[in-house]
């Protein structure tokens, strides 16, 4: 959210499309409605009730958004666990304002990143299922999945998103307007 408001500030608003993708804390819903154009992180019910609302108190018409998947559990990570996927998916066919567009994943970093491979799977089964019943407001259903380290492996898995961010301007730490 830091790294993003200040390339924002730095670069404008309309420069580019902005996608938020990591954590978002509740308490930081409303800056994130005003400052991305895609969300990719949406993790829990509360969270996207929180950004409805947000988005019809700013008049905000359509804000996308991607679910968070954790399919591996782990703690230190965020995301939805599957189970509560179909609760997630049920409210956000009644928003007016959210767009659920796909899924998102993080899987655990392995240093060979075949080991990815059936997390990746896992997920465009998922999103097929997903898109079976009619879920995703563009049809299809974004996958979000693959970085720098396993972009490859996600691409032959479907990923139609992928964040590579590191492959193209190298290990960084969160910046400042100045720096940018």
């Excluded at 399919?71 to 990570?77: C, D």
């Excluded at 995301?79 to 993080?106: Q, R, S, V, W």
Aim: aromatic residues 6%; negative net charge.
């Amino acid at each position: 959210m830091q790294e993003g408001e200040s390339k924002i500030a730095a670069l404008g608003r309309n420069a580019a499309e902005w996608h938020l993708i990591g954590h978002l804390q509740s308490n930081k819903a409303r800056k994130a409605v005003e400052l991305f154009d895609v969300i990719h992180s949406v993790d829990s019910v509360e969270l996207a009730q929180r950004l409805e609302r947000i988005c019809a108190e700013e008049g905000r018409e359509k804000l996308s958004i991607f679910v968070h998947l954790d399919l591996a559990g782990e703690e230190t990570k965020s995301g939805i666990a599957e189970k509560d996927l179909p609760e997630l998916t049920a409210y956000l066919k009644t928003c007016k304002n959210l767009k659920f567009d796909g899924l998102m994943l993080l899987p655990p970093f392995f240093d060979d990143p075949e080991a990815t491979r059936p997390y990746f799977k896992r997920l465009k089964t998922i999103r097929d299922e997903l898109a079976a019943n009619n879920a995703f407001s563009n049809g299809k259903g974004e996958l979000s999945m693959g970085m720098s380290h396993d972009f490859e492996v996600a691409i032959e898995e479907g990923a139609t998103v992928v964040r590579i961010g590191t492959a193209i301007f190298g290990e960084r730490s969160i910046t400042t307007p100045e720096s940018v």
